[in-house]
């Protein structure tokens, strides 16, 4: 199935990734180029004008190089007469000293800077008429005369700030760059879809945008047909039914490397958009210690999985319907966010199969993949498998090794999807890394046959 580059837009190079970064590094080097600006001695500039006329020959007059004149201007033999009477060195009397020739002109603009008005006036008043004299002795007529004589400066001279600022932005953005590059190499989180898809080998099926959350549970509501979140769930739900092709049946467990890539969003609303095109869905929320499942449907969290696996609920009960036409709820049930729960793996493959009888699509909110190992055997027991990513804040290390950690059902591993989480803060956050605490670090599954003898997961 072909691509559209609407839904898979969010492939980002480094600069657009990092683009914040770069823009605060250009705008705090622009300032420190300010700052330094206006941190610098106050120094006064003092300017007088001087035209050279042709010098007289036997011929025709000679017109004067402006070149040469300018270096006179500053040469050692001017420079010692004005120092003597600035009574300071050689080198501390030129260092004030800017000679200038306007464009096709036979005129010299001499100017001095100076810590004063008046040492800034004297220093141009003193060059130029040794300049004048140099030139002027030992000849019949005169050849340079002074026509604007220097003045005594009022203010001080003034920053070149479009100077200042064009070179600050130029070193800033070479700054920012390198500093997002090097924030790229320590970070090393994900980067959109090129990148995603090169760290897992697995196609991105859809980029999910930043959706609009409400209530103090983050329930996701899509507002319609036209927001972007629908329009990009509605392309994931294309994707998918591609995949599933003719069959009959079908059972997507959807999981994600590290807890807040927003898993369960992505489970819930996939589920409301094929229910939305007519097909009969289950969701299934298999994460016992933490789901926010039923809250997203409103529905109440017990019985659900965990009764149904220890005989103490029937299926039907265990069945929610939720206000979404087509669509039924199987609860996480019972919260167990203390201590080890168990089930039998043959008894979720049962269940599994008794639910693909009852609905033409099962979807399974799983545990994540790197902090719960029974994902990766449940992952045996279902059609497909997709792997959510976190967008924003998702690394490039734990997408590698969740594929690494399912790559024993590689072929059931359909593809990526590239979420847009909202940032977890307060409460929500601290549920999260609690539940994330309290799961086993997974151990990858690297020969199938090791699954034959297990009979009870932990989860």
């Not at 035209?51 to 040469?75: F, L, N, Q, Y």
């Not at 800077?113 to 140099?134: C, H, I, L, R």
């Not at 924030?183 to 959109?192: E, M, P, S």
């Not at 994600?256 to 890539?261: E, I, R």
Request: net charge neutral; glycine share 8%.
């Amino acid at each position: 199935m072909r691509r559209s580059g609407t839904q898979l837009r969010d492939s980002r190079g480094l600069l657009r990734t990092y683009a914040w970064l770069i823009i605060a590094v250009t705008l705090a080097t622009v300032g420190a180029a300010l700052a330094l600006s206006a941190l610098r001695p106050v120094s006064y500039t003092s300017s007088s004008q001087v035209v050279v006329k042709p010098e007289a020959t036997t011929g025709a007059p000679v017109a004067p190089d402006m070149g040469t004149e300018r270096a006179i201007a500053m040469s050692g033999d001017v420079n010692r007469v004005a120092a003597a009477a600035l009574g300071l060195s050689a080198d501390d009397a030129a260092a004030g000293l800017a000679v200038a020739v306007p464009v096709e002109t036979s005129v010299l603009e001499i100017s001095y800077t100076a810590d004063s008005p008046q040492n800034a006036y004297k220093g141009a008043t003193v060059f130029t008429e040794a300049y004048v004299n140099y030139r002027n002795q030992n000849k019949n007529s005169p050849i340079a005369q002074m026509i604007t004589p220097p003045n005594e400066p009022l203010a001080p001279s003034g920053t070149n700030y479009p100077i200042v600022i064009g070179l600050g932005l130029i070193l800033g953005a070479i700054l920012g760059v390198g500093a997002a590059l090097a924030w790229d190499r320590v970070t090393d989180r994900l980067r959109g879809v090129q990148d995603t898809q090169a760290q897992t080998g697995l196609p991105v099926l859809a980029s999910i945008p930043a959706l609009r959350l409400g209530g103090p549970h983050q329930v996701v509501r899509l507002e319609g047909p036209q927001t972007p979140g629908a329009a990009a769930y509605g392309y994931l739900t294309a994707q998918l039914m591609h995949l599933i092709g003719d069959r009959s049946s079908a059972s997507v467990l959807v999981t994600s490397p590290s807890p807040g890539a927003g898993k369960s969003t992505t489970a819930v609303n996939l589920a409301v958009q094929l229910a939305g095109i007519g097909k009969d869905v289950i969701v299934v929320s298999a994460d016992p210690r933490l789901s926010t499942v039923h809250e997203m449907f409103s529905v109440e969290r017990s019985p659900g999985l965990v009764e149904v696996l220890d005989g103490s609920a029937s299926l039907e009960r265990a069945l929610h319907t939720s206000d979404v036409k087509g669509l039924r709820v199987m609860t996480s049930g019972t919260p167990q966010t203390m201590g080890e729960v168990y089930f039998n793996l043959e008894d979720m493959r049962v269940l599994l199969g008794r639910l693909a009888k009852t609905a033409e699509i099962v979807v399974v909110d799983a545990s994540t993949v790197l902090a719960a190992a029974e994902v990766a055997l449940v992952a045996d027991q279902v059609d497909m498998v997709l792997l959510v990513v976190d967008g924003k804040r998702g690394l490039r290390a734990d997408a590698a090794a969740a594929v690494e950690a399912l790559r024993h059902v590689r072929s059931k591993v359909v593809g990526c999807v590239i979420n847009a989480p909202r940032k977890q803060r307060g409460r929500s956050a601290r549920r999260v890394a609690r539940a994330a605490g309290t799961q086993a670090p997974l151990e990858p599954v690297t020969d199938v046959a090791e699954l034959g003898g297990i009979q009870r997961v932990r989860i």
